[in-house]
DNA sequence: AATTATTTTTAGATTTGTCTAAATTTATTT
DNA sequence: AAATAAATTTAGACAAATCTAAAAATAATT
């Protein structure tokens, strides 16, 4: 079935929602889109009719088997573009949120298809979030963030969850990197700080922060 | 100032349509858009406040300035997008349209002026038409279609004016495409067809209608 | 110049996605 | 368990872009 944009966002934001937990609420969905609880319930029942969501009043919803593939077809097209604007265009992950946000509307299937081959099936955004592919399947990764990863053993930052401007520079101030290999060597139980040693770079401490959103594998 | 896409598609029909015409009408928009005529009437006082279009009630109307300077960066990135499928993505030329009239949208002027250079700055979109500079400016280059070229004189094919899979296909057929070298041998005055020779290829017969959206620089 | 035809505009309605304010339901406290 | 608080929904309104039907202006014809 088709979908406005709009419907698409909300689509796509009950999904990310969903992810932490099993059912999503009015307000929590109204605050992500920015919109008021009201306006979540007019689309919700909009949602409903075309069987998108499982939603009963008052009760809280989640996406349906449709709603759940739609949802990864979007997610799917944010991604492959996110890394054409860096891999191809040159842009730096904390500038193409919102183009991605535009370009993930475009309707075409073949295009992304295209796309796809056109930047050799990457599996992995520029942020290094899974891409599904055609049919909704998704890569999961074990990956654990710089405050439970184990001490001393040398892993490699597969992903950053925090995509802000002012994460990436200090991430570039650190020299972290999707891709960079980093060992945990201490944890502070005063603030959470980490320190991390990176190759032959001096030993540096990390703010419990940024440790949260730097994620590894082993 | 910001416009939808709604207003987007407006100002680039009104665009199109001025580039034969000194002053548009509204039927004449309302067919090129298809839509009502008294849509084209609501639409056009919006534009007004906007000062994209001279207009006054039942005299037609015109683009400002800054009207003009809006469509032709539409067009330049419609052109650009399809100049992008067609020569990164493989698309053809008759499939690229519908993408690119959605892709116009992408607000971004960053990601344009990032595309435009990935692209190698192309002065000319797929079908032959010059993609307009950042600043608005457009190559013109004289070019005569197949009925209005000198007779036995060597011409390389510019432009097809119109983009339909029917005429590319036969096109194809013909062996015609944008670059192609050839010459006029003559006309037939019963129907308006054209002889034409192509390199080394034997003369063939072209209809008139196809004649008229070949153009030719010499 | 008067009549008829065509074009254009106005008036009022509809759909989509939003809002506010009030009502209802569920959750939390006392 | 009552009372209060919080979350959610309903009701009614609004802006954007469209429509239909009727009115007004312009153009074409007799």
């Not at 088997?65 to 949802?71: F, I």
Request: a positive charge.
């Amino acid at each position: 079935m088709n979908h406005t944009p709009t419907e698409e966002n909300y689509i796509k934001s009950i999904y990310h929602l969903q992810y932490t937990r099993d059912k999503v609420s009015t307000t929590l969905l109204s605050a992500e889109m920015k919109t008021r609880p009201a306006s979540v319930t007019d689309m919700l029942k909009k949602l409903r009719t075309k069987r998108i969501v499982h939603y009963q009043r008052y009760k809280g919803f989640t996406l349906t088997e449709a709603g759940n593939k739609t949802a990864l077809n979007i997610v799917r097209k944010h991604r492959l573009w996110e890394y054409f604007l860096v891999n191809k265009l040159g842009f730096e992950w904390d500038e193409v949120h919102m183009m991605a946000e535009e370009l993930e509307h475009i309707t075409s299937s073949e295009l992304i298809t295209r796309l796809d081959k056109f930047l050799g099936n990457p599996a992995f955004d520029p942020h290094g979030d899974p891409i599904p592919d055609h049919k909704g399947k998704i890569r999961v990764i074990k990956q654990k963030n710089l405050t439970v990863l184990p001490l001393k053993k040398t892993a490699t930052v597969h992903s950053v969850k925090n995509q802000s401007s002012a994460m990436l520079d200090l991430l570039n101030q650190f020299k972290i990197g999707i891709g960079t290999k980093l060992k945990v060597n201490k944890r502070f139980d005063f603030d959470g700080s980490v320190e991390i040693k990176i190759d032959k770079l001096p030993a540096t401490i990390i703010s419990k922060l940024v440790a949260q959103n730097v994620f590894c594998t082993i």
